[in-house]
């Protein structure tokens, strides 16, 4: 089973939201049985709070359904536990391997390098547009399902 961690800084905005888009990709793929998918903040600030309200909208909008989710913070145990720890921008990524203390494995990655981009996924916090930060999540995690496949991590 492959254990992916989608993490950004409050865990209400774009981490939940790949957490919801991932796990529609993978159960529309009938992969379900192959993944374990959760979602983290690198941040206290948002802790036991649920997706934010335009997550929850837009996720509707495209009828893709909400993870039950409450925002919690990234530990270093989880470092251990996940295959694949995966930040929405640069911040996120610094502050993940602060937390975990290192990367030796090569666990880390910022989401839409797998896109083959380096650029970060648009923080719908700050820029109240949700309907870009969708696009990039979706960019993203389908370029996560290639990068998987072309590994052989999944099969069918």
């Not at 370029?143 to 496949?149: E, I, K």
Request: charge should be neutral; charged fraction near 25%.
């Amino acid at each position: 089973m492959i254990k992916v961690l989608f993490v950004c800084h409050g865990n209400i905005c774009r981490s939940t939201m790949c957490q919801s888009v991932f796990s529609h990709m993978v159960n529309q793929q009938k992969l379900t049985d192959q993944f374990y998918i959760d979602s983290a903040a690198t941040s206290r600030e948002e802790i036991g709070n649920p997706p934010h309200y335009g997550t929850v909208g837009k996720l509707r909008q495209v009828g893709i359904p909400v993870i039950p989710h409450r925002a919690v913070q990234m530990t270093k145990q989880d470092y251990k536990e996940y295959d694949y720890l995966i930040g929405m921008d640069s911040a996120n990524i610094r502050n993940m391997t602060r937390i975990a203390g290192g990367d030796p494995e090569g666990k880390i990655h910022k989401l839409l390098t797998f896109a083959g981009k380096g650029r970060d996924v648009a923080d719908p916090w700050y820029t109240g547009d949700f309907d870009v930060t969708y696009s990039d999540v979706v960019e993203g995690c389908e370029g996560f399902l290639r990068y998987l496949r072309e590994r052989g991590e999944i099969w069918k």
